[in-house]
């Protein structure tokens, strides 16, 4: 699914597009999982993790495929909107089976691991992707992703089995799920209305950078497709040992404070977006380590945000968790794109957007540190 970000340039020359069209082409993923996710993540904790996780893996395979044959760029927006609905099924999937298979001390190397495997595939489609859609064209490339999106259908039923039905279990000394009665107090609700409002922005701040990024490292940096497509590679590379290293970080140290570990993240986000408003580094080694800079703060944080929606969800309805914090990033990921591309457009200048990302990043940062002791009491109730 990361390999629609660095295949922007090339659509754009396929269908004609403008710059404000390219920040319909993440989003209209987004859309379905907004849609779907929060009743995808109660079919999660209803049906199981094997079929839900691999039945909306087949969905999103086939409708990149037909993505691959769309005639027109509406056809493919909605293409890429029946995708989405597959694939907003993953996150709150896995969350569920994180809490099942791991104790608490755990969690945070798991949801790391399995993050770091989004980013490891956004890196692969940042290197080969540009490349083929170069020499056989955009359409085979988006084709290339449907196939990797529905290989684990035929390859992991068989080893998924542990997880075909609803199986959950409680550490030694746990309250039983069917005592666990959490209510949705008032204060409760503040809590997690801090919480998601966090995802929110920082979806927003993950989606302006998978849309614009590769534009800026052309119009701005001077790097030709290939090489924005490495400088892509790198950002997702920070984001893939960023979530791991903050995922057993967060284990080790802190534990009962992870709110803090997510606060981090956002600093990083808009130390590298206030670079970025006020200079234009374009030698090699220096774009490729602020991208990496970029990455840890742009994905590094949503390994952490799942775990924490899933130990508040608890043993009984940590899929319904996973799916509403799923739910607010999709806001985010929907809204971001559109107020960068408009404030890029408006102002001719990606110093505004970047100023004003830097500012959106900064303020989760202090959010999330006041309202921190309290997300964190949650996840451990």
Not at 85 to 104: E, K, T
Not at 201 to 223: K, N, R, T
Request: net charge positive.
């Amino acid at each position: 699914m990361l390999g629609v970000s660095p295949l922007s340039p090339s659509l754009v020359h396929g269908f004609a597009l403008s710059r404000l069209d390219v920040a319909f082409i993440v989003p209209s993923i987004y859309v379905g999982g907004l849609l779907f996710s929060v009743p995808a993540g109660r079919l999660a904790d209803r049906i199981g993790v094997r079929p839900t996780l691999l039945g909306g893996l087949a969905l999103g395979g086939l409708a990149l495929f037909a993505a691959a044959a769309s005639p027109v760029f509406p056809a493919f927006l909605f293409c890429l909107f029946v995708a989405g609905l597959g694939w907003s099924v993953v996150n709150p999937a896995l969350g569920r089976a994180i809490i099942d298979l791991f104790a608490s001390r755990e969690r945070g190397v798991a949801m790391g691991l399995k993050q770091m495997g989004l980013t490891v595939g956004g890196v692969a489609a940042a290197l080969l992707l540009p490349a083929v859609a170069a020499t056989l064209g955009w359409r085979v490339a988006i084709a290339m992703c449907g196939a990797v999106v529905a290989l684990p259908v035929a390859l992991a039923w068989r080893a998924l089995g542990g997880l075909g039905g609803h199986a959950v279990t409680t550490e030694p000394g746990a309250a039983s799920p069917v005592g666990d009665t959490r209510g949705w107090s008032a204060s409760r609700r503040r809590t997690l209305a801090v919480f998601f409002a966090s995802g929110l922005v920082l979806g927003m701040v993950q989606a302006a950078v998978l849309s614009y990024f590769p534009l800026y490292a052309i119009e701005v940096l001077g790097f030709d497709t290939i090489r924005a497509g490495f400088l892509i590679a790198a950002s997702q590379a920070g984001g893939a040992v960023s979530r791991l290293a903050l995922g057993a970080a967060s284990d080790r140290w802190m534990a009962d404070r992870r709110s803090a570990w997510l606060a981090g993240t956002a600093v990083v986000a808009a130390g590298v977006f206030a670079v970025y408003a006020f200079g234009a580094f374009r030698t090699p080694l220096t774009a490729g380590l602020l991208a990496f800079a970029m990455g840890i703060g742009a994905y590094g944080w949503v390994g952490i945000f799942f775990v924490m929606s899933a130990e508040i969800g608890g043993p009984k309805d940590a899929g319904l968790l996973s799916g509403m914090a799923f739910a607010s990033i999709v806001v985010g990921l929907l809204s971001g794109p559109a107020l960068f591309g408009l404030l890029l457009v408006s102002r001719d200048s990606y110093v505004a957007p970047w100023s004003a990302f830097a500012v959106l990043a900064a303020s989760v940062a202090v959010a999330t540190l006041l309202a921190g002791p309290a997300i964190d009491h949650e996840a451990r109730r």
